[in-house]
């Protein structure tokens, strides 16, 4: 029983091992900023959109904009708005504008740990 454990447990090992790349890649930033210029009408130049109708996205989580944006592309949210905007979007071009937002100064921004 022991032996069947640690064989599946190994198996498990591998398929993560061989996972591509681009399937851990958590986007680009530097390209994220070039993509975010179709956000700075609503949302602001780095994320700090002053109008309160629109969310800021400075400082927010990447795993969170990623999540949501292709909830936006996927028209599992529904917002005529975003889903128009987020509607040409490609998998990558998501997580490199979450990385982009995600680095950015806001009223979410979490400073990263001094060792």
Known sequence: MMKR????????LSLCMALPAAAIDRGDPVRGQELSAACI????????SPDPQYPKLAGQHA???ARMLRRYRDTDIQNPIMNGMASGLSDADIWDLAAYYAEQEGPLHTPPRRR
């Open 5 to 12: 454990y640690w064989v599946l447990g190994l198996g498990g």
């Open 41 to 48: 009408a609503c949302h602001g130049e780095d994320g700090n």
């Open 63 to 65: 795993d969170y904009m």
